[in-house]
């Protein structure tokens, strides 16, 4: 699995956009980027997956690059419900892959 | 996607006592996973868990001191063993849902154990 590095923690207000970049240098051919969020005391949720360009959901936007060397999570107007640990991760379809974790971004949104 | 009922949600253990986590999939899942969350830290992966079949472990985790059991495709456990306050972490399990997504994993809640 391509090792991927993330900003430590950011901070945010109350109806701002966020945008949280990951660094994935040696993505291969084959890699999706996944990102997850995890609230305290919670599991980590799935929130968003793409391969290239531009992929939206009713949560989030994920923006790749054409090399997708990078990529950018960007949450539209965050709310305090939004503060939370963002998890970026990048890995093949080839049967079945484990999850590896890094670090985290973790996000405070104050009002 | 699917349901995960993990449990106990937390427990207060001595150390030298074991603790065993249980975890419910309201579907049949292939694969079962169980992380360990660090106070403060990412998710490590413990080990992966097939129905009739042996646990694979991660570097740095052994049988010995995980066990961890599978014995239908709805239900895994994981017992911490010998406990010492190192293993104060919350334990979480996960399956894999599938398509669409490829890494689209589902997470218990979580089970926060201290040990004192």
């Known amino acids: 699995l391509a090792k991927t590095t993330q900003p430590i923690s950011m901070d945010s207000y109350e109806g701002q956009e966020v945008n949280i970049t990951c660094s994935h240098n040696?993505?291969?051919?084959?890699?999706?980027i996944t990102w997850y969020q995890q609230f305290p005391s919670q599991g980590p949720r799935f929130i968003i997956q793409?391969?290239?360009t531009k992929v939206t959901n009713e949560v989030a936007s994920l923006f790749i690059p054409a090399d997708r060397k990078s990529s950018t999570l960007s949450l539209p107007r965050v709310s305090l419900s939004d503060t939370a640990v963002y998890y970026c991760?990048?890995?093949?379809?080839?049967?079945?892959?484990?999850?590896?974790f890094g670090t985290g971004t973790r996000l405070l949104v104050s009002p | 996607s699917a349901v995960i009922s993990q449990k106990p949600s937390r427990d207060i253990c001595q150390r030298g006592t074991s603790l065993t986590i249980q975890c419910q999939v309201d579907s049949q899942v292939t694969m079962m996973f169980w992380y360990r969350q660090q106070p403060g830290q990412s998710l490590t992966l413990i080990a992966t868990a097939n129905q009739g079949s042996e646990a694979t472990y991660e570097s740095g985790f052994v049988i010995d001191k995980f066990p961890i059991s599978r014995p239908n495709l709805t239900f895994s456990t994981l017992t911490v063993s010998n406990m010492s306050p190192e293993d104060s972490s919350i334990y979480l399990c996960?399956?894999?849902?599938?398509?669409?997504?490829?890494?689209?994993?589902?997470f218990g809640s979580g089970t926060r154990l201290t040990v004192v």
């Open positions: 040696n993505i291969a051919t084959n890699d999706y």
């Open positions: 793409g391969y290239k």
């Open positions: 996960s399956v894999e849902e599938g398509s669409p997504y490829i890494y689209g994993y589902t």
């Open positions: 991760l990048v890995g093949a379809n080839t049967g079945f892959q484990k999850l590896v």
